[in-house]
């Protein structure tokens, strides 16, 4: 049995979002054999952390924090000192933004992995790896070309004073000084000297391996029992398309489903939309459900034809397309990131790329047009969901491995 100390700094539960649902799961999954805790920040500025609403079934120690202490000096040293209580075999950092590289410098001494769901520190905008306000990715990288810092340091600026949207990123990005220089020499130096880094898509790998040896990429998992296919008769109506996701951020791409849909509607075709966004209201054809918890989102899934994952931008992932694949609804994802990888073109869904609105309604018409494949999909996707994505055999086979082992000494 290990002790295993999890730092997010991003924690709170219910969770906001899929980068949460999965440091969760890898905790519960883990405490059977091991000793886990979750250590996060009692910090509600900008951002829920630490706002545990519900149980999340595993110890979480919350270190509180005022406004003007939320810097990573105090950072460093307080979660130090928590962890030097608790006394782990490793110390497993999971999501932090700016501040991540700050923390995991404060562990050293200990096994340390450093997990990274998206961009993060890679990237001086944190997420989305994108030029300035376009959707085209960025070929800068501001850890590797000098020349580079600047222009990306002004394009974070740009992007934090722009977007309203990511208002929640500003204080961290000033209060890290991420605009010095000394920052992405930080970020390295962190990578180099970490015993392991996580992530989970080739892209985020590809920027990883330069400095260190041991990345692994690892997959995310679902609770399959939660997410099940309904037994109830279809009852007719119109064809429910669902894209569970949020419609007013760009890089989750509802401007190309719409694009793709519209025409649809407009020449007959009787569809209904469903977008998973707050607050819930109807626009046409358009039915916005509102925020839901994992129960309502397994429910809505029950009721749905087709999903549709349309993100333009490289997901880590793409956990709703494992939710709706257990639910036994056909997916259509694009051809990014993590998401390209989970679905089988033809078999269990359809991959198209990003932005292609036409080639995303062909596909929609055919799911509409072929019921028996909308079903035998459905059917492929879950058996490939109980097949490699329960948590269960994601923790089994990548997890379990690493702290198995603790013959070797800690580093010094």
């Known amino acids: 049995m290990a002790k295993i100390a999890i730092i997010d700094l991003l924690f709170n539960w219910p969770p906001d979002g899929g980068a949460r649902t999965d440091i969760r799961q890898i905790a519960v999954s883990l405490s059977p054999n091991h000793q886990v805790a979750i250590f996060c920040p009692d910090y509600r500025t900008g951002f829920p952390r630490g706002r545990i609403a519900q149980d999340p079934g595993v110890f979480v120690r919350k270190i509180p924090f005022e406004d003007y202490e939320f810097q990573p000096r105090t950072l460093g040293s307080r979660f130090r000192k928590a962890i030097d209580e608790f006394k782990p075999d490793w110390v497993f950092i999971a999501d932090g933004w700016y501040f991540k590289p700050y923390v995991a410098a404060a562990m050293q001494g200990y ?8 961009h993060e520190s890679l990237c001086p905008k944190s997420h989305g790896h994108f030029m300035d306000g376009s959707l085209r990715l960025c070929q800068r990288n501001w850890l590797e070309n000098w020349r580079d810092f600047l222009p990306c340091v002004l394009c974070a600026h740009k992007w934090l004073h722009e977007d309203p949207r990511v208002e929640h990123f500003r204080i961290p990005f000033f209060r890290s000084l991420a605009f010095l220089p000394h920052y992405p020499r930080l970020v390295k130096r962190v990578l180099r000297s970490v015993d392991m880094i996580i992530c989970y898509n080739e892209f985020i790998a590809g920027k990883l391996r330069p400095y260190n040896d041991n990345v692994q990429i690892t997959p995310s998992g679902i609770d399959a029992s939660r997410f099940q296919a309904s037994d109830a008769p279809r009852d007719g109506g119109p064809i429910r398309i669902l894209m569970a996701g949020r419609k007013g951020d760009p890089l989750k791409g509802y401007d190309t489903l719409f694009r793709a849909v519209a025409p649809l509607v407009q020449n007959g075709f009787d569809i209904r939309l469903f977008v998973t966004e707050a607050p819930a209201r109807d626009e046409g054809f358009v039915t916005f459900t509102g925020w839901l918890d994992q129960d309502g989102l397994a429910e809505l899934y029950r009721k749905m034809d087709i999903c549709v994952v349309p993100s333009v931008w490289p997901e880590p992932f793409g956990i709703v397309a494992l939710e709706a694949m257990a639910s036994e609804r056909p997916v259509i994802v694009t051809r990014v990131g993590g998401l390209q990888h989970i679905v089988a073109d033809g078999i269990d869904g359809f991959v198209v790329d990003s932005f292609d609105a036409q080639a995303l309604r062909e596909k929609i018409i ?28 994601i923790v089994e086979r ?15």
Do not use: C
């Open 366 to 393: 055919r799911l509409i047009n072929e019921p028996n494949l909308r079903k035998s999909m459905g059917t492929a996707g879950r058996e490939k969901v109980l097949a490699k994505y329960q948590w269960d055999h």
């Open 111 to 118: 096994r340390r992995i450093l997990r990274f769901y998206a």
């Open 398 to 412: 990548f997890y379990e491995p690493i702290f198995a082992d603790l013959e070797s000494p800690k580093p010094a």
